[in-house]
């Protein structure tokens, strides 16, 4: 979004550019919208004008505090797409004009992991929370010339970015950016969690806690795999409504023991193949667990506050039932294989993205766009920058 009456910044090599930012500076308060200067991209970078951003419940529980970063000031913003404007002299693989996915886990291509396609697991994952770029420097300055984070090594809630390569994935240019930045972040982990962790099978039963951004997409992802029975639970009337839309055959509004009795009722005493818990894991992670047959899966795709240490399962439940517990982040694959599948299976009619955009919003507006998600008014709320 540019300032009315203002010229359109230009990027120049070698020298900073001002860019229009949604900045994180305090835990709990609005997002602080100002404009910061951005360094031009070192040899392993590329500047992306960002087209569209979306508004993950991930950057809500940073600003919350619930998931604690290194640093403040910090950019947040990790659900991305946009176009390469310039890169630096060593990129490889893309060029000014690229359309691409920005990934929230960068991919450096050297760790045991990368080098085994497991780019969801990468060495430099952790390093995530911390503010700098993948090389350890800054590019962001604010009008004080502090140093400025950049979130996932992103920090998309801005007009421009500037990340590392091992952050770029390039996507063919007949996709809507709108529709491409959802591939970021929930469309994969989502449809991957269904598709690679639990790896769900045609005539599968399959429970969905909390139909948001994560949840609606494990939906399609079951959907895409052939599951016969796909329970959806959400404490929000809307959200059951989409949920049969994006392929739930069964909306259940109900929680803790209660949910865990309507699954068991709707599977004959039996629970589901797969449950995947999609939201607020310390209170949904037991009523989910059991409502899953012996034998089954229990994929947790939800982050988990920082302030919450543990969450009991009774081991020898564990144990006689012999079911798995197991996390998926990025739906348990690298984003450079999954980014360009899920366009693919968009293209084909085969995958929902324009359905799960309730709302769009200029960056100026990022807090409505927030206080929307708190409300339960979203399936996803996006941030685009019209030009
Ligand atoms: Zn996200
Ligand atoms: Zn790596």
Redesign the pocket.
């Known amino acids: 979004m540019w300032h009315r009456g203002t010229v359109r910044l230009v990027p120049v090599m070698g020298r900073s550019m001002n860019c229009f930012a949604a900045v994180f500076r305090e835990v709990g308060a609005p997002l602080s919208l100002e404009t910061i200067a951005l360094d031009p991209p070192g040899p392993s970078e590329a500047l992306v004008r960002i087209a569209a951003v979306g508004l993950c419940r991930t950057d809500y529980h940073v600003i919350r505090g619930e998931r604690r970063v290194a640093m403040r000031p910090m950019v947040l913003g990790h659900e991305a797409a946009g176009v390469v404007e310039a890169i630096g002299a060593s990129v490889g693989g893309v060029v000014p004009g690229d359309h691409v996915v920005l990934t929230f886990i960068?991919?450096?291509?050297?760790?045991?992991?990368?080098?085994q396609g497991l780019?969801h697991?990468?060495?430099?994952?952790p390093r995530i929370t911390q503010g700098p770029q993948l090389d350890g420097s800054y590019r962001r300055r604010d009008a004080h010339g502090a140093a400025v984070g950049a979130f996932c090594m992103i920090g998309a809630f801005a007009e421009y970015a500037v990340v590392d390569q091992?952050s770029v994935v390039v996507i063919d240019k007949d996709v809507p950016l709108d529709l491409a930045s959802l591939v970021a972040c929930g469309v994969p982990a989502g449809v991957g969690a269904a598709r690679h962790r639990a790896r769900v099978k045609v005539g599968d039963s399959v429970l969905v806690v909390g139909c948001g951004g994560d949840g609606m997409n494990v939906v399609q992802g079951a959907r895409l795999c052939g599951a016969a029975t796909i329970i959806a639970a959400d404490r929000v009337d809307a959200k059951l409504a989409w949920a049969r839309d994006f392929g739930a055959t069964h909306a259940v509004k109900a929680e803790g023991e209660a949910l865990t009795r309507t699954v068991q009722e709707i599977t004959g005493g039996i629970g589901v193949d797969h449950a995947f818990v999609c939201i607020d894991p310390p209170a949904t992670l037991l009523p989910a667990f059991r409502a899953t047959a012996k034998g089954g899966n229990v994929v947790v795709t939800a982050l988990t506050p920082d302030t919450v240490g543990e969450i009991r399962i009774p081991p020898l439940e564990l144990f006689v039932t012999q079911k798995a517990v197991m996390g998926a982040v990025y739906g348990f694959a690298s984003p450079r294989l999954q980014i360009p599948e899920l366009l693919a299976l968009y293209r084909n009619g085969d995958l929902k993205l324009r359905e799960l955009i309730t709302r769009t919003y200029p960056l100026a507006e990022i807090n409505r766009g927030y206080a929307d998600l708190e409300a339960g008014r979203n399936l996803r709320g996006v941030v685009v920058f019209g030009r």
Not at 106 to 115: E, H, L, Q
Not at 121 to 125: M, N, T
């Open positions: 960068p991919g450096c291509g050297r760790c045991r992991w990368c080098r780019h697991l990468c060495a430099e994952g091992a």
